[in-house]
C-alpha cells in the first residue's frame, strides 16, 4: 500500500465525495502516438492510483472509441461501488446519421453503451463532452434527466463550453425542472487561463464543481520541453494544441514555476497542480500520468502548499482572455 494522504471534496453542491484528484482515462488506448496502448500498464497506473486514495475516475466514449472505457472498467470490476465513475457523450461514435451530438436519441444509444463497455449499472457523473448547436439543449436535458430517473445516470455534467451557453443550460434545467448540471469541465491550467474570463464565474456563482482536464497543460508544465527545440517526443511532438501553447508569455510562466520549484524543493509538476489546488473553485484537477512514476509525482502535489503572494507571482506573466476560437478545441 502506498502511504498517501489523499484528500476528499464534494462534487460542487452535491453530497458526491471525490478526490481532490481525478485520474483521468484518456491515455488508457490506442489511438494517438502518445497513448500507452499497453492494457497491463493502465491496468498498473489505475491500481496504483486506488492505491492512492484517489476514487474518481474519468473517461469518455470517444477515447479510443471506447477502448478506455473498457480498460477502465476490467480494472474496478469486483469494486466498483467504492469508485466514482465519470463519462462523457457527444463525439462521434458512427459514421452514419445520428453518429454523433447530444440528440435524444444519441444520448440515451451511447449511455447504454458506455454502460456495457464500463461493465456497471450506471454510471455516476455523465457529462455531455461539447456544446451542440444542432440540437436544442432542452431535448438534451430531457434526455439526461430520463437517464437519471432511470437509474442509469447518478449526476449530469458538462465540458468545455462558453459561459453564455452554460448559463442557458442551468436555466433551461431550472424553468423545466431537469436534472441540472453539477460540475464543468473546463481547459485550465497556468497557461491556459482563459476561462477564468469564461466559464469559471457562472461556476463559483451557481456552486457548479470545477473539475479541470489539462492541468500540465499537455506536459509543457512538466518542463519537460525547451525554448527553441523542436519537441521530438511526449504529446507536443505529435498534437498541434500543445505545440501552441509555445508562446513567450508561456515561457515566461514556466520559468517562475521552475524557478519556484527549486527554492521550495518540489517539482515543475507539484508548482502546478498546487496552484490549482488552491483555487477555491476548483474541485478536482483530471491528472493523465503515463506511468505510475509520474503518478506518484502528481499525487506528491497535494503536500505542497502556496501562499498568496507566490500565487501572484506564478499568474504575473499572464493576462486571461477568452474567445470561441480559444474555448473550442
Known sequence: MVDTDMEYTRLGDTGLEVSRLCLGCMNFGSDAPWMIDDREQSEAVIERAIEHGIN????????????????????????????????????????????????????????????????TDYIDLYQIHRWDDETPITET????????????????????????????????????????????????????RHEEANVLPVCRDQNVGVVPWSPLAGGFLTGKYERGEDPTEGRAADDEHTRNRFTEDNWAVLDEVRALA???????????????????VVDAPIVGPRTVE??????????????????????????????????DV
Request: no cysteine; hydrophobic share 40%; charged share 30%.
Open 294 to 327: 509520474h503518478l506518484d509525482e502528481q499525487v506528491a502535489a497535494l503536500s505542497v502548499s502556496l501562499s498568496d503572494d507566490e500565487i501572484e507571482r506564478l499568474e504575473a506573466p499572464k493576462t486571461p482572455v477568452w474567445s470561441r476560437e480559444i474555448g
Open 262 to 280: 527549486d527554492e521550495k524543493e518540489t517539482t515543475p509538476v507539484g508548482i502546478s497542480l498546487a496552484w490549482l489546488l488552491a483555487k477555491d
Open 56 to 119: 474518481f475516475f474519468d473517461t469518455a466514449n470517444v477515447y479510443s472509441r471506447g477502448e478506455s472505457e473498457e480498460i477502465l472498467g476490467d480494472a474496478l470490476d469486483g469494486r466498483r461501488d467504492e469508485h466514482v465513475i465519470a463519462t462523457k457523450v457527444h463525439g462521434r461514435m458512427a459514421n452514419r446519421p445520428n453518429g454523433q451530438g447530444l440528440s435524444r436519441r444519441h444520448v440515451l444509444e451511447q449511455a447504454d453503451a458506455s454502460l456495457d463497455r464500463l461493465g
Open 141 to 192: 436535458l430531457s434526455a439526461l434527466d430520463t437517464l437519471v430517473d432511470h437509474g442509469k445516470v447518478r449526476y449530469v455534467g458538462a465540458s468545455t463550453m462558453s459561459g453564455w451557453q452554460f448559463t442557458k443550460a442551468l436555466y433551461e434545467a431550472d424553468v423545466n425542472n431537469f436534472e441540472r448540471f453539477v460540475s464543468m469541465q473546463a481547459e485550465y491550467n497556468l497557461v491556459d
